[in-house]
């Protein structure tokens, strides 16, 4: 697992990632966002092989009548990754 630096731009509310990760291979981000310490807000990146962004996934969960961000642990982590590996390996 490689952490990756984030960087504030030129625009408010506008952040640029800096690659930290080898370009063999395809990877996986989990980003969060916090407004405050009990609001994360994850994104879950999945890259392809060119480096793009392959899908943006953000977990959601109910609130009320509110749907919000969904905490991700790191075992859903563990079995996403494991599940897109076995999806890749299909299709070579």
Do not use: C, H, Y
């Not at 625009?11 to 063999?24: H, I, S, Y």
């Not at 395809?26 to 994360?40: M, R």
């Not at 962004?53 to 109910?62: D, G, W, Y």
């Amino acid at each position: 697992m490689a952490q990756a630096g984030l960087r504030r731009d030129l625009e408010e509310g506008v952040f640029a990632l800096k690659r930290t990760w080898p370009r063999e291979g395809t990877w996986t981000l989990v980003i969060k966002a916090n407004q405050g310490p009990e609001d994360a807000a994850p994104a879950v990146v999945d890259l392809g092989p060119d480096g793009e962004v392959a899908t943006i996934r953000v977990p959601t969960m109910q609130r009320g009548s509110w749907t919000v961000p969904a905490p991700v642990s790191l075992e859903e982590i563990d079995a996403a990754l494991r599940a897109r590996a076995a999806t890749l390996a299909r299709r070579s």
